[in-house]
């Protein structure tokens, strides 16, 4: 004391600014990259969706690590066997259909993330004897995702069947069934969403070509 009733000691200091403005850029940029990695991990996922919809093969293994697996139903071993698998059978120009919902992301570390997503899948198609098949499937992609070289692919897959429910296919053609609702999905390279990547090219190779010379 220093008999006016104050303390004799010293205030405390307080924290360098400069060091709070440093933790919060660190926070900042830790969270700008939770961010983009978050969305590159969906990306990946609806990559896939066009992938195996289109019968997309540089889609597909763009998913992938080469040394990922996949456990999908009836198949079990490397990505590459099921995506030759897949590639097979969605060629012939069946209906097939995925979406996703309630993605959830778990990251493991800075590389590794565990990846949940519920999918709805409708798929229509011949089946070994010719026979014209429809099945309505519901569950997860359980995946396991790896971050390399600034990029996050699947290095393992494991899909949990939820629902399974056999359909009558419809009797009538895709003809009679669509009619003026035109045009209508296909394999790859014959979809339309193809032509916009064919677009792009185009702009950016050649961009007088689509907004004009420029000259009055």
């Known amino acids: 004391m220093d008999g ?20 919060r850029t660190m926070m900042n940029e830790e969270s700008i990259t939770n961010l983009f990695d978050r969305e590159a991990i969906r990306d990946c996922l609806h ?12 889609a597909l293994r763009s998913c992938y ?12 071993g490397s990505a590459a066997g099921f995506i030759q698998h897949a590639l097979n059978v969605f060629k012939t120009k069946p209906r097939n ?3 996703l919902a309630n993605i959830i992301i778990e990251f493991l570390g800075a590389t ?10 409708l798929q229509r ?49 895709e003809a009679e069934r ?11 390279p014959n979809d339309p969403v193809y032509e916009l990547s064919k677009r792009r090219v185009a702009a950016k190779n050649h961009p007088k070509d689509l907004i004009g010379s420029g000259e009055e």
Do not use: M
Request: hydrophobic share 30%; proline share 8%; glycine share 8%.
């Open 4 to 23: 006016r009733g104050g303390s004799n000691e010293a205030p405390i200091a307080p924290k360098s600014s400069s060091l709070t403005a440093s933790h």
């Open 47 to 58: 990559r896939y969706c066009r992938g195996i919809d289109r019968a997309d093969e540089a």
């Open 65 to 76: 690590w080469p040394d990922a697996r996949d456990n999908h139903g009836s198949y079990s």
């Open 97 to 99: 259909i995925h979406q």
């Open 112 to 121: 590794e993330a565990a990846v949940e997503s519920y999918f709805t899948a």
């Open 125 to 173: 198609g011949p089946d070994a004897t010719g026979e014209i098949k429809q099945v309505l499937l519901c569950g997860r992609y359980c995946d396991l995702f790896q971050k390399r070289e600034g990029e996050w692919r699947i290095v393992e897959r494991t899909v949990v069947y939820d629902w399974v429910e056999k359909q009558r296919p419809p009797k009538s053609s």
């Open 178 to 188: 669509f009619g003026p609702r035109q045009p209508i999905g296909a394999p790859h």
